[in-house]
């Protein structure tokens, strides 16, 4: 099954949802190949029960309710209630609502029994998260046991832009890291985790992800919130933002704009019979395959 096609359909053409939707386009055209590899890596079967952790605007759970069918189950869930809503009136708007429904619910305490879901995913969540082992926990709980793990996120290490100010775009990027995000190396981390909690069959892909058009990045990086709460942390001065955002200018206007920042995925699948670790006591680690 490929949903690749399906991101053209998102809720852009619902007035009631505008905003959410211009956001989730625009991710949606630079992670639209990973995406394709984790619904693939979910092994899903028609009638399958799916759980999307972090489902934002209702993308991910709309083409994973095409995938299933009206005979299965998509539940997503987010902490943020207003997208939760406006996941709901996307999936209405793509007419998947008898199926495919959004949740207000904690990562670390999903609301479902244990073993429920045949597959869980979770895309560009635990970089948010204080706690993401407990998070990765209570995810690998509700998936059955031979179900399907798929996570993806960010090493906001690897974030680079080029600039003919590498000094402060280096001090720029390790201030995003250290005083904007919860957890900006998790996409490293994942691999670690699932072979803790002893999963079988894992894979890793690392993709880069590249931006040539300032616009875009400034919406998906936030390049100028990065600037503008640096500034006000006095981790670079007036005068460094000016230059700053002056580079960024010129090389946007001689059409010479790059950056580039990687994300990791990593599927694994759940050992039969719940064998495996319990948080604080890991199994041996498996051999990727």
Same mark, same amino acid.
């Given at each position: 099954?490929?949903a690749? /096609?399906?991101?053209?359909?998102?809720c $852009?053409?619902?007035?009631?949802?505008?905003?959410?939707?211009?956001?989730?386009?625009?991710?949606?055209?630079?992670?639209?190949?990973?995406k394709?590899?984790?619904?693939e890596?979910?092994?899903l079967?028609?009638?399958?029960r799916?759980?999307?952790?972090?489902?934002?605007?209702?993308?991910?759970?709309?083409?994973?309710?095409?995938?299933i069918g &009206? +005979?299965g189950?998509?539940?997503?869930?987010?902490?943020?209630?207003a997208?939760?809503?406006?996941a709901?009136?996307?999936a209405?708007?793509n007419?998947?609502?008898?199926?495919?429904?959004?949740?207000?619910a904690?990562a670390?305490?999903? &609301?479902? #029994? $244990?073993?429920?879901?045949?597959?869980?995913?979770?895309?560009?969540?635990?970089?948010?998260?204080?706690?993401?082992e407990?998070?990765?926990?209570?995810?690998?709980?509700?998936t059955?046991?031979?179900?399907?793990?798929v996570l993806?996120?960010?090493?906001?290490?690897t974030?680079?832009?080029?600039?003919?100010?590498?000094?402060?775009?280096?001090?720029?990027?390790?201030?995003?890291?250290?005083h904007?995000?919860?957890?900006?190396?998790?996409?490293?981390?994942?691999?670690?985790? @699932? +072979?803790?909690r002893?999963?079988?069959?894992?894979?890793?892909?690392v993709?880069p992800?590249?931006?040539?058009?300032?616009a875009?990045?400034r919406?998906i990086?936030?390049?100028d919130h990065?600037?503008?709460?640096?500034?006000a942390?006095g981790?670079?001065?007036?005068?460094?933002?000016?230059r700053?955002?002056?580079?960024?200018?010129?090389?946007?206007?001689a059409g010479? @704009?790059?950056a580039s920042?990687?994300?990791?995925?990593?599927?694994?699948? /759940? #050992?039969?019979?719940?064998?495996?670790?319990?948080?604080?006591? #890991?199994?041996?680690? #498996?051999?990727?395959?």
């Open positions: 099954m490929h690749s /096609k399906d991101y053209a359909y998102l $852009s053409d619902d007035p009631a949802n505008t905003a959410a939707a211009a956001i989730t386009s625009a991710d949606a055209s630079l992670f639209a190949n990973i394709q590899q984790s619904f890596q979910m092994a079967g028609a009638g399958a799916v759980l999307d952790v972090g489902c934002g605007a209702g993308t991910d759970t709309v083409a994973l309710g095409r995938l &009206p +005979h189950e998509v539940h997503g869930v987010d902490y943020d209630v997208m939760v809503s406006v709901d009136a996307c209405r708007f007419a998947v609502d008898a199926w495919v429904s959004h949740h207000h904690n670390a305490a999903l &609301p479902w #029994p $244990s073993g429920y879901f045949d597959a869980c995913r979770s895309e560009c969540v635990f970089q948010h998260l204080h706690e993401p407990r998070a990765y926990d209570e995810i690998l709980r509700v059955k046991a031979g179900g399907q793990l993806i996120d960010t090493d906001w290490a974030l680079t832009i080029d600039t003919d100010e590498t000094e402060l775009e280096r001090r720029l990027v390790q201030f995003h890291a250290a904007m995000m919860n957890n900006p190396y998790s996409g490293r981390h994942l691999n670690r985790m @699932f +072979h803790r002893g999963l079988q069959n894992i894979r890793l892909k993709q992800v590249c931006m040539t058009d300032l875009l990045a919406q990086l936030r390049l990065i600037a503008e709460e640096a500034l942390a981790a670079i001065d007036a005068e460094q933002a000016s700053w955002q002056q580079s960024l200018a010129r090389l946007s206007t010479g @704009f790059f920042l990687n994300i990791v995925m990593v599927s694994g699948q /759940k #050992p039969a019979h719940g064998r495996h670790a319990r948080p604080g006591q #890991p199994l041996g680690s #498996p051999s990727p395959t």
